[in-house]
């Protein structure tokens, strides 16, 4: 018998049935479920008197449509009143079924693809589902994690299961080691460079090699988490000692002797030596600079040391597409991207919010500081933490103080500026340094230019008042 990948391993355990054309259902381990998605598909219960098959299998949360300032006061006082209406809708219908809920102001609360892993939800070998596309987030434990639409939020809310074509194999090796400066979100990014926005379509991604085994969990869950950007359905990492010694002692993860069975069976999920893939790509991350985006796509990206290219240099179909992206951005052809003067400054979102991403950023402001720099005066940055755990814990470190003494604003946890669904938006026009995952035109506001970035090359951005290599304040 042939190798099986991890990705077929996960799959094989959770087939409850298959249909002659090819179609599975799989059962679902974790429903993760949120404001945005969920309303039509608990009304989509109601009208068909059906109720949530697996409550303790589903957990909410609100953060897309959360405001960043003055949660204590409840979302009585969200001034968005279709943000407020889903809120108030969440917290109903979970009440009415009997789900885990986080509400905003609670600790607990976050983004979701922040909590579950923090919370020991998040396990390996699971499936994982939930109505945002960056779901893919969660494979950094070993699981098949996947982003599905508002229906099939109801499927599942209904049946515990999920209906499904098996993907194909894919598997990225990151090999040698980077250089100071460059981390996850600059493997991601050059991924995707090389790749495409297309390029792992009707596939799951395998992420191995020296490289990944290096990267903490916070940083294989910006690399997972921005698989989806490459087109893949989602992105795993096999578990090992990384992810035991990240997931012990949380919330919900096993205990006692049910945590020496549990890590038995997640010593298991690898792919076998002589397991196939159906595409490979490899990638040694010795060579990559911090990366940076400077057109509308999350492939259209470079070195921080190199320039936005020239249409003149291209074919024509690329040239139109590349001459209507520097009109939006506002660049000039063949532009070094570090002359990008920036106005806003984004660090947060379900790529880069968690502790290891803030400690990144403060590192860079506090060094700025201690050269009595701080954010430049034309700059408006502000921080915004993954959950309110996130945030305490970066308040028992200081390293909040260290982001206010150097003018960026603190704020409270939610999704914040990724997706402009709440307060906190672009101007048209504005440029921002971010450190989310996406960049299409008016992602974070009507007119609103983003460009991509670590939350390093975020903070010494606002530092500096344009696009700069970090590594000048490392």
């Not at 926005?197 to 020296?210: L, R």
């Not at 490979?280 to 400077?294: F, G, N, Q, Y």
């Not at 979102?349 to 954010?375: F, K, M």
């Amino acid at each position: 018998m042939a190798g099986r990948t991890l990705y077929d391993k996960i799959w094989d355990a959770h087939v409850v049935s298959q249909d002659p054309g090819g179609e599975s259902v799989i059962y679902i381990d974790l429903h993760l479920i949120h404001e945005v998605t969920t309303p039509q598909a608990f009304a989509g219960l109601r009208a068909a008197h059906r109720g949530v098959r697996r409550p303790d299998r589903t957990l909410a949360v609100a953060d897309h449509n959360v405001p960043t300032e003055s949660q204590a006061l409840g979302v009585a006082a969200v001034a968005d009143e279709e943000a407020r209406l889903q809120l108030e809708t969440l917290a109903r219908n979970v009440a009415d079924a009997g789900i885990e809920f986080f509400p905003m102001g609670d600790p607990r609360n976050g983004i979701v693809h922040v909590v579950g892993p923090e919370q020991g939800r998040t396990q390996p070998g699971m499936t994982i589902v939930c109505g945002d596309s960056h779901t893919s987030t969660h494979g950094a434990f070993g699981a098949l994690a996947q982003g599905i639409g508002t229906s099939e939020v109801e499927h599942v809310l209904a049946t515990q299961t999920l209906r499904q074509l098996k993907s194909k194999n894919m598997r990225v090796t990151f090999t040698g080691a980077p250089a100071p400066g460059v981390g996850a979100k600059d493997f991601a990014l050059a991924m995707i460079g090389e790749i495409g926005t297309a390029g792992g379509t009707g596939c799951v991604i395998e992420y191995a090699g020296e490289a990944v085994r290096a990267l903490s969990m916070e940083g294989r869950m910006t690399l997972c988490n921005m698989t989806i950007e490459g087109g893949a359905r989602g992105g795993l990492v096999a578990p090992d000692e990384t992810t035991f010694a990240y997931m012990a002692g949380r919330p919900s993860a096993p205990k006692g002797g049910a945590w020496e069975l549990a890590l038995a069976h997640w010593r298991t999920l690898f792919s076998d030596p002589d397991a196939e893939f159906d595409k490979e790509v490899v990638i040694d991350v010795s060579r990559l600079a911090p990366m940076v985006t400077w057109g509308t796509s999350p492939e259209d990206v470079t070195p921080v040391t190199g320039r936005v290219p020239d249409p003149a240099a291209l074919g024509e179909a690329r040239a139109q597409q590349v001459r209507r992206m520097l009109d939006y951005m506002g660049l000039e052809p063949g532009q070094p991207i570090a002359d990008a003067r920036i106005d806003r400054v984004f660090i947060g979102s379900c790529t880069n919010s968690r502790i290891e991403d803030l400690r990144a950023a403060a590192d860079v402001a506090r060094r700025a500081t201690e050269r009595g720099r701080r954010v430049a005066d034309h700059v408006r940055a502000m921080v915004v933490p993954g959950s309110g755990l996130v945030k305490e814990q970066a308040e028992i470190e200081g390293l909040d103080e260290v982001f206010r003494r150097a003018g960026f604003d603190w704020r409270e946890p939610g999704c914040s500026m990724c997706l402009g669904m709440n307060p906190d938006r672009l101007a048209p026009g504005e440029r921002c340094a971010s450190t989310s995952n996406r960049n299409f035109e008016g992602r974070q506001g009507r007119g609103g230019r983003t460009h991509l970035m670590s939350p390093a090359m975020a903070a010494a951005a606002a530092i500096a008042g344009h696009i700069v290599d970090a590594r000048k304040f490392l």
